[in-house]
Structure formats: structure tokens, C-alpha cells
């Protein structure tokens, strides 16, 4: 049993950390979601150089042969920062589709362009009626000639608007909620057909509406066999789960610390809160939550190998944790933080609001519980 | 024991819904369905039109003009306005101060200030908090310096609710430094547009602006603006505080949200099955409804001894709590049942507009809404500090 990172771990932490500590405070994070991108690219070049961008890859694509516990490493310290770049999006989700699923030559060609910082993607798999149900697809790709035309909608694709390719997932045979019959593309986001309606969310990211109409994609737009892309897509997420829950770590250790320092420093009634009995359990149990999360976070990204069932019961139970543990931390803060922290002047809000998110993002509580509830022999 | 209504309350209530019906501002519901801004004028359509009909104040006395209206028919009245989702007039004049005219102000006062609030006239917000005085409210800093027949007013007021909007501004100030801290202090009535008074806006974590800093330098204020004595403000102040409580637990407005929950939970499929027929979800919501029903009676129970002569005691507290508590899990479960459509952000920046509604026209505001709530269990006395005084006043701890 070892829980301990190798030295290149720690010095990838400590140069992420050092990042965050100088170029991703609360302000310059204002500056940039306010911007009219939303996003720096200043930050995703050095991000380039830092070598996060390739680091979980390997080294015969360009890579520098990580693993997922580096993913975990970065993902944690942009949690700390709540970085709005898509690593989550073009790294982990992306990157991971092409590993898993690509073609030696898919791989060869598309994973050096993400690991050099020269495409960025957006992943688009939600329906309005598919809600958490990632088999749930009314998009569809017929075949036609050597290639397919996709035709569908796509809703809330976090990152749309900074995307020059989309990984989308699409039906090309079997009913709306079959297991067969999914299959996943890339698709060029200038792709004639494809027309977007991009909007900011309330964590701070930009997010697309996508319509793919008649869109032609080649026969080397299909990522693994057709058809048979479910199993890719739900390891993929799973993959993204554990790299979001690493990011949700970082910012319930923020709001966590953030908190416990606030309530020592500030004074009512002739005395520091954090003296309140009180405050102080609701801070203990914040430590607490924030410990189990790290725990779990540790879990998932441990179990991410193993087979099917083990990796899909991991990421629900750190995904379910990830929900509880940030709605309780989160509301905490903003509780304990008194009227300072109903504002948007400080960080803590921010915190917040990414961390509510978070359980959205790629199934909420409920839907985890059912999913760990339906393989648990 | 009887919670039936009487033919008379039910024909009570049919003339409620006609009335609100026929004056209930259409524009103004939709843009607070969708969370957008309101105007002055916004928040003062209704109010304008309960006054015209005699309606503005119905837990005033009828000399002040309030209506006369019964316990049940007041209940009545509160339940119908939220199904009807229209703004009620702001608390500030007409729940906080009107309470501390009536029984401590002067005739002067009383003739000048309560039908100027009655007609929705005179907006005022509600000068207490400080940067270093929220919880211990008691130990604020602003100070008045008497000189002459006025007072000379220094010292920041923060977290006031519209103050951009407001007229006037009531005040708790420190006349004497010198005595144990709530000895010392009064309270007054400050005209906004004094020369010294400083609005600066603050931000929420959702986007709106709804609270200011009120910075006062050197703003001259009339003797004859205190209410009641110098340096026995706390007491009126107490005073206003539990009648800010009674109204807060919101039993009207969170039924009204858990319709709302409902429809969304019939609309929103998962695995094709509605939100509304999935087992757990469904307990989520009658787990709350049930929580609400029981705050309900307690309000009821707590109505009935206020109208057998017994004023809002520390058990007002519960209300607080609780309500407060229920409102925010409506929040969270609205948000759950939206799903990804509740990440939109109307307000973000380097927004089109036309690109919104995005989703369905539920989904709106709702991630805004819950995260502006949050501020229920932080003002108005925050939720521990309601646990304390019940902790001490109620189980004598
Ligand atoms: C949206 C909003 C609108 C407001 N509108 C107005 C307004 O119009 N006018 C006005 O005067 N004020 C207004 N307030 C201020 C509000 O009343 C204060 O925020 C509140 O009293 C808490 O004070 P504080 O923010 O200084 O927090 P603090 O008092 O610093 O409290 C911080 C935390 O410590 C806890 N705490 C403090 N003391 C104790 C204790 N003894 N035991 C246990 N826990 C304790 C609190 O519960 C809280 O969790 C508003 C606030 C908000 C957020």
C-alpha cells in the first residue's frame, strides 16, 4: 500500500501550485472570465510549456508518460485556482477518447495537437431529454458514401465556444436509449452544418447550444466502432469524473481553509467566531467532508484500470461523495463567512458556485446513487 | 380546535384572486421568474395598487390604515398574494418601522411618516448592520454628536437591502461611548438625500445588486428625527427585529415553489420516466411538503396566540429557522430537478440576449435564485444566532 506521489508528481504539483499562486488569484480569474473569450490563451500556451498538456500522455504520441494520478495532481491545483481553460474538456475528456478509443493513426495524428497546445475540443454529448443518461441520443449519424451525416442537438457543451473540434456523440443504429448503436466522431466545430449559440454559466465558464445539421464527416471521424461506442464513452466519463472530484478537492480544500482562517480573524461579541462552539463543529465537519472527498478522490483514481464494473462503481461513489461533500462545504462557507460571503468581491462565492456545479456536471447525486445501486452485487 | 374555513373566508378569497387577477403586474412577475433586475417602479407596482383599494397594510391598526381584516382573512391574504407571485410592499417601512412609529414614536412621526409609507410614497431601507457589527449589532460604531438641535452623523452602514432606491434610511447610532454598549445607543430617521450620505454598490455572488455601503460624513440630522428617547434605541430595535422575524418564514412562498418544483419534476425525463414519477425524486419533494406542513401549523399555532394578545416572542425564532431552511432545500431541488439547464447565466459576461431563454423558460435563474438565498440563514439575525436566543430565551440554557 503506498499513497505517496513520486518525486516528478510532486514536482509537477509544486509548479502548478506555483502557477495558481501567481497568475490565478480571484482577480486575474475576474479579469478573464469577464473578457470577451473567457478564457486566456496566454494561459493554455503556458500550459503547454509547463508540459500539463501533455503530461498524462504517452511518450509515443508526444506525451510525457503520466498516468492518471498526474491528471489528479494538475486537476486538483486548478481546483484551488478554479481555472476556467478546458483542461477538463480537451486533456482529460478528449485526450482520453482518442487514447482509448482512436485509431494508432487517429492517435498519432490528434493526440501531439492536443499535447502541443494547438487544438482545443469541446466534448458534446447532453440532449435536452437525455438529462444524466449518456446512451439517451436523438443525434444521429447516418452512414453515407465512406463517411456519416450527423444530425441532432447538443446542449450545455461546456468550453463550445473555445472549441476548434468536437467529440460528439451520436446514434447510428438501434432506439433512443439502446445500448448498441452509439458511436462517437470528431467533428471540425467549422464544420458546414454545425451552428452554435455560446453563453456564459453561472461558475464562470462559457457553455454552446450546438446544432449539427446535414454536417459530412469522413469515414476517419468515427473514434472506436461504430455502434459500439457506449462502453468508450462511459470510461471516458468515468475518466472525468475522477478528474473533476480531483478539481472539486482542490476547492473544498480552499473553501475549507479559507473558512477556518476567516473565523479566526474575525470578531463579534469581544471575540474571534471560531471561538462559537458551534463554528467550530460546522468547521470539523467541513474538515471532515473535505478528507473523505480527498479519500475518494484517491479511490477512483486508483480503480480507474480495473475492470468495468469496479471502475464504474468507484467513479459513482466518489461522484455521489463529490455532490454531498461540496453542497455541504460550499453552503458551510458562505454561512460561516457571514454577509462577506454573499458577495461577489470574494472568493468564497466563486468557490461556491463551481463547487454546485460540479454536481451537475456529468450526473448529480441521484443519478450516481441509482448507477452504484444498479452494479453493486 | 377548528381549521376550517367559514363560507364568508372562502368568499373572502374569491374576492382576493379577482382582485389579484385584475391588478397583478404581469411584466414585473415574468422578469422575477427569470431573475432579471427589477426597476423602483417594479417593486412598487403592487404596493400601488393594494393602496388604491384600501389593501396595502393588513397587519396595520385600522386608525393607521390597516383593513381589519381576521387572522384567517390576513392568512388568506398572505397565501393568495404568493400563489399570485406579486411583490408585497418592501418590509422595511411598512413591517419594520411602522411597528416602532406606532408605539414609540411621536404624533409628529406617526402623522408624517406611517401614510407616506401606507401610499408607498417614501421608500426606506434599514440602516443597522456595520462591517464590524452584524451578529453583535450592539456594538456599532456609527456615531451622532449632538450639536444644537441636530445631530452630526458619522460612520459606514453596510448590506442595505435597495438602498439605492431608498428615501430614507433609519439608523441605529451611538449617541453615548461611554456606557455598556446597548445603553448607548438611538435611533433616527435619516433623509437620504442629506448632504454626507454616500450609496456605494455591493455585488452578490449571483450577480445582483440588491445591497449597498451607506457611508455617512458629517450628515446633519433634526433632534426631532430620533424616535422615542436618546440612547434607548436597543430597545426599539429589539422591537423591530421580532416583527422582521414573524414574517419571515414564508410558508406562502415556498408552496408557491414547490408548484414550481412539481411542474419542472413533470416536465424533466430521465431514462424517459418524469422526475415526477421517479421514486426518489418524488420523496425528495414530499419529504419537503411535509417539513412545510409543519411549519405551517406552527405559524397557525403561533397567529393564534398573537391574535389572543400575546406579541411575537422568542418562539418567532422557529419560524425563522425553519422557514429559512425549507426555502433553500426548495432551492436545491429545483436546481437538482433543471439539470444542465441550470448552468445558463443570463447575466455573465459578454452576453447576447437572444441567445436566452436557453433551455426551457423554468430553467432560468434558478442556479441564481438558490444561490442568492442563501443569504436567508445569514440576515435578519442569522440561524445560529436564532438558535442562541431560543437556546436561551425559550429553554432558559
Ligand atoms: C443579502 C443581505 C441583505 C441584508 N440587508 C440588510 C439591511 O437591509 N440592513 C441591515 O442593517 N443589515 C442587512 N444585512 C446584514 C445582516 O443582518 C448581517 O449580515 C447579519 O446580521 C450577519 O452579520 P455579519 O454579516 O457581519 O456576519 P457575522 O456576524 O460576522 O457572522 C459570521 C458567522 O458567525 C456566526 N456567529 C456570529 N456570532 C455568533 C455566535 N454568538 N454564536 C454562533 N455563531 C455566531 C454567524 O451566524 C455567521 O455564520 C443583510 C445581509 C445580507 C447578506
Not at chain 2, 387577477?21 to 414585473?28: G, T
Not at chain 2, 393564534?304 to 411575537?312: C, D, F, I, N, T
Request: glycine share 10%; charged share 25%; net charge negative.
Amino acid at each position: 500500500m503506498d499513497f505517496s506521489f513520486t518525486e516528478e508528481q510532486t514536482l509537477l504539483r509544486n509548479s502548478v501550485q506555483r502557477f495558481i499562486q501567481d497568475k490565478y488569484d480571484i482577480e486575474a480569474r475576474r479579469k478573464i472570465i469577464n473578457s470577451e473569450e473567457g478564457m486566456s490563451r496566454d494561459n493554455w500556451n503556458a500550459f503547454a510549456e509547463l508540459g500539463l498538456l501533455m503530461a498524462p500522455f504517452p511518450e509515443e504520441y508526444g506525451g510525457l508518460g503520466g498516468d492518471n494520478i498526474d491528471m489528479m495532481v494538475i486537476m486538483e491545483e486548478f481546483g484551488k485556482g478554479l481555472v476556467v481553460e478546458p483542461y477538463l474538456q480537451t486533456v482529460v475528456l478528449a485526450g482520453s477518447f482518442i487514447l482509448h478509443g482512436g485509431s494508432e493513426d487517429q492517435k498519432q495524428t490528434l493526440i501531439p495537437e492536443i499535447a502541443g497546445g494547438e487544438k482545443i475540443y469541446a466534448v458534446a454529448f447532453a440532449e435536452p431529454q437525455g438529462r444524466y443518461n449518456l446512451a439517451d441520443l436523438t443525434t444521429k449519424a447516418e452512414k453515407s458514401g465512406d463517411g456519416y451525416t450527423i444530425n441532432g442537438y447538443k446542449a450545455v457543451v461546456l468550453g463550445g465556444p473555445w472549441a476548434d473540434k468536437l467529440i460528439v456523440t451520436a446514434r447510428t443504429s438501434g432506439g433512443e436509449r439502446d445500448e448498441d448503436g452509439v458511436s462517437v466522431f470528431i467533428v471540425d466545430k467549422s464544420a458546414d452544418g454545425v451552428s452554435t449559440r455560446d453563453y456564459p454559466t453561472v461558475d464562470g465558464l462559457r457553455a454552446s447550444e450546438i446544432t449539427f445539421e446535414n454536417v459530412s464527416v469522413g469515414a476517419d471521424a468515427l473514434l472506436g466502432k461504430e455502434g459500439k461506442g457506449l462502453g468508450l464513452v462511459e470510461k471516458v466519463f468515468d475518466i472525468g469524473i475522477a478528474a473533476l472530484c480531483a478539481e472539486g478537492c482542490g476547492a473544498l480544500r480552499v473553501l475549507t481553509d479559507s473558512t477556518v482562517e476567516y473565523c479566526k480573524t474575525r470578531e463579534q461579541f469581544g471575540q474571534p467566531i471560531g471561538k462559537f462552539q458551534v463554528l467550530q463543529h460546522r468547521m470539523v465537519d467541513m474538515f471532515m467532508e473535505t478528507e473523505q472527498m480527498i479519500s475518494m478522490t484517491y479511490m477512483v483514481n486508483l480503480k480507474l484500470d480495473e475492470s468495468d464494473v469496479e471502475r464504474k462503481k468507484a467513479a459513482s461513489a466518489a461522484k455521489v461523495q463529490l455532490g454531498k461533500s461540496g453542497k455541504f462545504v460550499g453552503q458551510s462557507a458562505i454561512q460561516l463567512h457571514g454577509g462577506m460571503g454573499m458577495t461577489d468581491e470574494l472568493h468564497v462565492g466563486h468557490f461556491f458556485k463551481r463547487v454546485t456545479m460540479m454536481d451537475t456536471l456529468f450526473g448529480n447525486v441521484d443519478h450516481h446513487l441509482k448507477r452504484y445501486t444498479s452494479l453493486d452485487a | 380546535m377548528d381549521i376550517d374555513y367559514a363560507p364568508e373566508d372562502e368568499a373572502f378569497r374569491a374576492e382576493v384572486r379577482a382582485f389579484i387577477a385584475e391588478n397583478k403586474p404581469k411584466i414585473v412577475a415574468d422578469k422575477r421568474a427569470r431573475g432579471e433586475e427589477l426597476t423602483r417602479e417594479d417593486y412598487l407596482a403592487w404596493h400601488k395598487a393594494c393602496y388604491k383599494k384600501g389593501w396595502a397594510a393588513p397587519k396595520w391598526p385600522v386608525e393607521h390604515g390597516g383593513t381589519g381584516w381576521t387572522v384567517t382573512q390576513k392568512y388568506i391574504w398572505g397565501e393568495e398574494c404568493a400563489k399570485g407571485e406579486v411583490i408585497p410592499p418592501l418590509p422595511f417601512g411598512m413591517s419594520m418601522l411602522a411597528p416602532v412609529i406606532m408605539a414609540y414614536g411621536s404624533d409628529a412621526q406617526k402623522a408624517e411618516v406611517l401614510p407616506k409609507i401606507l401610499s408607498g410614497d417614501v421608500w426606506w431601507c434599514q440602516g443597522y448592520s456595520e462591517p464590524g457589527s452584524g451578529s453583535d449589532l450592539a456594538s456599532l460604531k456609527t456615531k451622532a454628536v449632538r450639536e444644537g438641535d441636530h445631530y452630526i452623523v458619522n460612520g459606514q452602514k453596510t448590506w442595505t437591502t435597495l438602498a439605492q432606491h431608498a428615501d430614507w434610511i433609519f439608523c441605529l447610532v451611538r449617541t453615548d461611548p461611554d456606557v455598556k454598549k446597548q445603553m448607548g445607543i438611538s435611533f433616527l430617521l435619516i433623509d437620504m438625500k442629506t448632504p454626507g450620505i454616500t450609496v456605494n454598490p455591493i455585488i452578490t455572488l449571483e450577480g445582483g445588486h440588491e445591497v449597498n455601503e451607506v457611508f455617512l460624513d458629517n450628515v446633519k440630522v433634526p433632534v426631532e428625527n430620533r424616535v422615542g428617547n436618546e440612547n434607548e434605541g436597543w430597545t426599539y430595535a429589539k422591537f423591530l427585529l421580532s416583527h422582521e422575524r414573524s414574517g419571515i418564514a414564508g410558508v406562502a412562498s415556498s408552496k408557491r415553489s414547490i408548484e414550481k418544483l412539481k411542474t419542472i419534476a413533470r416536465t424533466e425525463f430521465s431514462n424517459g420516466v418524469s422526475l415526477w414519477d421517479d421514486a426518489d425524486f418524488r420523496s425528495n419533494i414530499s419529504d419537503i411538503s411535509i417539513q412545510l406542513t409543519a411549519l405551517e401549523y406552527t405559524e397557525l399555532r403561533t397567529l393564534a396566540s398573537e391574535s389572543a394578545g400575546k406579541g411575537p416572542g422568542p418562539e418567532a425564532s422557529l419560524l425563522k429557522v425553519r422557514g429559512t431552511e425549507i426555502g433553500q432545500r426548495i432551492d436545491e431541488l429545483v436546481v437538482e430537478a433543471t439539470g444542465y439547464y441550470s448552468m445558463p447565466f443570463r447575466g455573465g459576461p459578454a452576453t447576447d440576449s437572444n441567445v436566452f431563454p436557453v433551455g426551457p423558460e423554468y430553467a432560468d435563474g434558478v442556479a441564481g435564485t438558490y444561490f442568492n438565498d442563501r443569504k436567508t440563514s445569514i440576515f435578519g439575525g442569522s440561524n445560529e444566532i436564532q438558535r442562541n436566543i431560543m437556546a436561551k430565551a425559550v429553554l432558559g440554557l
